[in-house]
């Protein structure tokens, strides 16, 4: 069991920036992926970024390119999420998600990862 803790977030006025944050542990752990997915209300939950563990390569959605970076602490198993010249439509619940395959551009779904933390509320006024 992979378990994945998130911190960060909040609220933050449009062109203001957040981070987040989530932590991995547990003994079925292994370095493949990690990033972060969002769903707004009455949405579907969509991919936001993804790096790989080693390497450090990432991929990023088009909506957030440019805006929003990720980075990851092999030493501490945290990723981090960068969001800079947030949007009001960036407001979300962002979830944390991990998977054992190291595949950056490929299998970019919900179901294609193994696992996931709380999730954070990022809201971004205008």
């Known amino acids: 069991q992979v378990r994945l803790v998130e911190s960060g977030g909040g609220l933050m006025q449009a062109g203001g920036s957040l981070g987040l944050s989530c932590t991995a542990s547990?003994?079925?752990?292994?370095?493949?992926?990690i990033g972060w997915f969002r769903q707004a209300p009455g949405k579907e939950r969509e991919f936001v970024a993804a790096?790989?563990?080693?390497?450090?390569?990432?991929y990023l959605a088009d909506s957030v390119k440019g805006r929003f970076t990720i980075s990851r602490d092999n030493a501490k198993n945290t990723a981090y999420m960068q969001m800079n010249r947030l949007k009001p439509e960036d407001t979300a619940v962002y979830y944390c998600?991990?998977?054992?395959?190291?595949?950056?551009?490929?299998?970019?779904?919900?179901?294609?990862?193994?696992?996931w933390g709380q999730g954070r509320q990022v809201t971004v006024s205008s």
């Open positions: 998600a991990a998977d054992s395959r190291a595949w950056l551009r490929l299998g970019l779904g919900e179901a294609d990862f193994e696992s």
């Open positions: 547990g003994s079925t752990f292994s370095r493949g992926r």
């Open positions: 790096i790989l563990w080693t390497g450090g390569h990432t």
